[in-house]
């Protein structure tokens, strides 16, 4: 059955056999700071003093640098460039969780395999990878090794790209995967077999063999490309669409490109598997590939979580190396008239990227594989850094066809090049694009901007504002159990208050420890640091003490609005008596706070506190919330004190009414210091 929503249970289960110590430490050296506290370089930005802390006990991490934040799912997210539900199936995978779903009801795209159908095929594929790299040895695949070598690849290049070659046999990898258990069924379902009169055979035969993998580097299918003259069959052969294959979701080498493009802001898509291969060798280690298809809006959504391009204000501006803060998007194609005409099919998805998307066109037509067979490896990196703006391109690809030099060819460049300009969206480069236009027309500019100007109200982009789906690839916050099997918010789920936004309301700020309590105010320490244990260590209060705590207990009013969500959790006093783990308060809490608090909550449960071992964290938690008793208690009667003196004695019921209430805020300051005397 096809499946979609992992049920809210496993996620839970996951988070709680998932160690984020071990997590995390596989990739920041970690080291303790202070009780249940550890502390390395933060992952996420680049520091030098550590400032990114995980409390395993609470299986949640904040980095203080950079703020990012949140639990072991997340962090598995960041690190991984995943979606949601790929981080639950990995950690589950790992720590043993069996998945279950529920139907997506989605349909079609929506579908997922359910985990244990998905594991099978990876493991099918990992060995179908395996069989075929040690085939590349055999003698009768001296026609594969010469195709390699012709292309400057040698046996490491192979060896680091998975390369391998699939024998001419009809039954080489069906007998091989029968072999080792696996059934008829899922010999179909793999895609590494075809099916004919007489049963099922090899898919692929006699081919070069290129492992296609996803983001976590798991094999999910294979490009295979024909060598010999007896195939009949198409240059390149890939594997059909299957419950793990989905060619309009795949990037080839991303796996081997991720972190350098998280790290650089900057992709490079080229054509093939080979010059992906050239420009890995090359130093160009943010190429990837589609496979057998057109760059569309699934690779969109890839590249654009794996870059972090989700921030409509960073705009288009450029650091000193004159890269756009954005990000880069690079497309490389070949300089011939198909080139041309993708690199055009790829500006229609430009409007979708925050980063500056440009093109790269080797003049004289080499692809990158064989502009470092002619030129060598630099001149696969003056390539890229020769890259056009992709809307410079896209004009002047159409001034290109008529004739400038006559009156009529630039009244029809205008007519053919006025309603390119007017589809991009950033108003701010339209009218200076609209300008260039005109130089490179040699006509007036006021007639070029009014040209444009009619194209994009025709179009329905004139002067307006931000629209709702103008970026349909904007993340939308929304609490984990609400995800579908793609990481989206489920149909008729609407976002909790706070949680997200529609494009054309502005963001609240999200607010960061730093900012709403100063280190130098004393009571506002107090608070932070009575919030923090109530969120850490909750088991060393006593339910007296929690009980006793007013809900305006806190005069910092951002404070005050982690308080009120603790409050509304209405589960504080269970956590207290040890009946609700930390951990599952603390979730509880993050689970009902509005994205603009969120982030301070987690900054708190992280915050590291003033003790050495678990007896003095005992000791600073009951000081601090008697502290903050004493401070609610003051504030209470020094609001009393005012308001009396502002009565007229002669409205005796009210006069006597706040006597009263003063009696009784004296009595509960002389019960609190009995307590701690």
């Given at each position: 059955m096809a499946q979609g929503l992992i049920r809210r249970a496993d996620v839970d289960l996951v988070r709680e056999r998932a160690r984020l110590d071990e997590v995390v430490g596989e990739h920041v050296m970690l080291r303790t700071?202070?009780?249940?506290?550890?502390?390395?370089?933060?992952?996420?930005?680049?520091?030098?003093?550590?400032?990114?802390?995980?409390?395993?006990?609470?299986?949640?991490?904040?980095?203080?640098?950079?703020?990012?934040?949140?639990?072991?799912?997340?962090?598995?997210?960041?690190?991984?460039?995943?979606?949601?539900?790929?981080?639950?199936?990995?950690?589950?995978?790992?720590?043993?969780v069996q998945l279950h779903y529920e139907e997506s009801g989605r349909g079609g795209d929506g579908d997922r395999p359910d985990f244990g159908t998905r594991r099978r095929l990876l493991d099918a594929h990992a060995i179908a990878e395996e069989f075929y790299r040690e085939q590349l040895s055999a003698p009768a695949s001296e026609v594969g090794r010469r195709f390699l070598a012709e292309r400057g690849f040698d046996r490491a290049a192979a060896e680091q790209f998975g390369v391998g070659f699939a024998p001419e046999g009809w039954d080489a990898i069906s007998s091989e995967l029968r072999r080792r258990g696996f059934t008829e069924a899922e010999l179909k379902a793999s895609g590494l077999v075809s099916e004919g009169q007489r049963g099922v055979y090899d898919r692929f035969r006699g081919r070069l063999m290129w492992p296609i993998r996803d983001i976590t580097g798991s094999t999910i299918g294979f490009g295979a490309r024909r060598l010999l003259e007896t195939d009949k069959g198409p240059k390149y052969l890939n594997t059909p669409e299957t419950?793990?294959?989905?060619?309009?979701?795949?990037?080839?080498?991303?796996?081997?490109?991720?972190?350098?493009?998280?790290?650089?802001?900057?992709?490079?898509?080229?054509?093939?598997?080979?010059?992906?291969?050239?420009?890995?060798?090359?130093?160009?280690?943010?190429?990837?590939?589609?496979?057998?298809?057109?760059?569309?809006?699934?690779?969109?959504?890839?590249?654009?979580?794996?870059?972090?391009?989700?921030?409509?204000?960073?705009?288009?501006?450029?650091?000193?190396?004159?890269?756009?803060?954005?990000?880069?998007?690079?497309?490389?194609?070949?300089?011939?008239?198909?080139?041309?005409?993708?690199?055009?099919?790829?500006?229609?998805?430009?409007?979708?990227?925050?980063?500056?998307?440009?093109?790269?066109?080797?003049?004289?037509?080499?692809?990158?594989?064989?502009?470092?067979?002619?030129?060598?490896?630099?001149?696969?990196?003056?390539?890229?850094?020769?890259?056009?703006?992709?809307?410079?391109?896209?004009?002047?690809?159409?001034?290109?066809?008529?004739?400038?030099?006559?009156?009529?060819?630039?009244?029809?460049?205008?007519?053919?090049?006025?309603?390119?300009?007017?589809?991009i969206r950033d108003r701010a480069m339209r009218p200076e694009y609209a300008r260039r236009l005109s130089g490179w027309l040699g006509m007036d500019e006021r007639t070029v901007l009014r040209a444009v100007h009619d194209a994009a109200r025709s179009q329905g982009h004139a002067d307006r504002g931000p629209q709702r789906g103008d970026d349909p690839y904007q993340p939308r916050s929304v609490p984990d159990h609400r995800l579908d099997g793609h990481g989206d918010p489920r149909p008729g789920d609407r976002p909790a208050a706070g949680e997200g936004h529609d494009a054309d309301e502005p963001m609240m700020p999200v607010a960061r420890l730093a900012d709403v309590v100063s280190r130098r105010d004393p009571v506002g320490q107090v608070e932070v640091q009575s919030l923090a244990v109530m969120l850490q260590a909750p088991r060393l209060l006593s339910v007296e003490q929690v009980g006793a705590l007013p809900d305006d207990a806190f005069h910092v009013p951002a404070l005050q609005g982690v308080w009120d969500v603790m409050l509304a959790a209405g589960t504080l006093l269970e956590a207290v008596d040890g009946t609700l783990t930390p951990a599952r308060y603390l979730d509880q809490v993050l689970e009902i706070a509005g994205e603009t608090v969120r982030p301070l909550i987690v900054e708190i449960a992280n915050l590291q506190l003033p003790a050495r071992d678990e007896e003095s964290l005992g000791r600073l938690a009951r000081s601090l919330l008697d502290r903050l008793s004493e401070l609610s208690i003051t504030r209470e009667y020094s609001v009393l004190k005012q308001r009396l003196q502002r009565t007229d004695p002669s409205d005796a019921e009210r006069y006597q009414e706040i006597l009263r209430r003063l009696s009784e805020v004296q009595e509960k300051r002389r019960a609190l210091h009995a307590r701690d005397s």
């Open positions: 700071a202070g009780v249940g506290s550890m502390k390395g370089l933060c992952p996420f930005h680049d520091e030098k003093t550590p400032s990114f802390h995980i409390r395993p006990q609470l299986g949640h991490w904040h980095c203080f640098g950079c703020g990012e934040g949140g639990d072991v799912i997340s962090f598995v997210q960041k690190i991984n460039h995943l979606s949601f539900v790929e981080a639950v199936e990995m950690l589950a995978g790992r720590y043993g419950a793990i294959y989905r060619k309009s979701h795949v990037l080839y080498g991303l796996d081997l490109a991720r972190k350098e493009i998280s790290s650089q802001r900057r992709v490079v898509v080229v054509e093939g598997y080979t010059d992906v291969m050239a420009a890995h060798l090359a130093g160009v280690r943010t190429a990837v590939a589609t496979c057998g298809t057109a760059f569309g809006a699934e690779h969109v959504k890839i590249v654009r979580r794996v870059m972090g391009d989700s921030n409509p204000s960073a705009g288009l501006r450029l650091n000193t190396e004159g890269r756009g803060l954005g990000g880069e998007v690079i497309f490389t194609f070949d300089g011939d008239a198909a080139g041309q005409k993708a690199a055009l099919r790829a500006f229609e998805e430009d409007q979708r990227f925050v980063a500056q998307t440009f093109v790269a066109v080797e003049g004289s037509g080499m692809d990158p594989c064989d502009l470092r067979l002619a030129q060598g490896d630099a001149a696969g990196v003056d390539l890229v850094e020769s890259r056009t703006p992709l809307f410079e391109f896209a004009i002047r690809s159409v001034l290109a066809q008529v004739d400038l030099d006559t009156v009529e060819g630039q009244v029809s460049g205008l007519r053919m090049a006025a309603p390119v300009v007017a589809q």
